[in-house]
């Protein structure tokens, strides 16, 4: 490794990355060819370390916590998606760190700290569509009996 030393989390890569790329970037007069050595460094490290993040965070231990009640439990990118009758356990979803977003009619649960950069809102379905989805546990629905 040569552009990124003692690098240890992803927030530490990310700021030093904003800071290689103003200096190697061609247009402020750096070398094509070091930028590209830079940014390839940059996604080998910064998918090392996401997945190094994942493997030691809390998700087991939020989804073990929700399997207990009749809800559907989905994993969409890095965020832990809860749906379906949520008001009874509202309060035991707020314990666990999650927040409801009232446009999508749903709880969402995300490890550390998150800031939005953009202004765009979307659906849930839209969100499905742009990350790695996986459904984790749907709820138990009782058939309906026809008496007929």
Known sequence: MQFFQEVTDLKELKKQYRKLA???????GGNEKDFV?????YDRLYNQLSKDSRSKDSYPEVIDSLMKYNVDIE???SWVWVTGQTYQIRKELKELGFQWA???????WHEG???KKHKKNFS???IREMHETE??????QPKCLNYA
Request: hydrophobic fraction near 40%.
């Open 37 to 41: 050595l830079l940014k390839e460094e």
């Open 75 to 77: 994993i969409i990118g």
């Open 135 to 140: 459904i984790v546990k749907k709820r138990h």
């Open 102 to 108: 009232a446009k999508k009619k749903a709880w969402f």
């Open 124 to 126: 849930l379905d839209e």
């Open 22 to 28: 103003m200096e190697f970037h061609p247009d402020r």
């Open 113 to 115: 700290e998150y800031v």
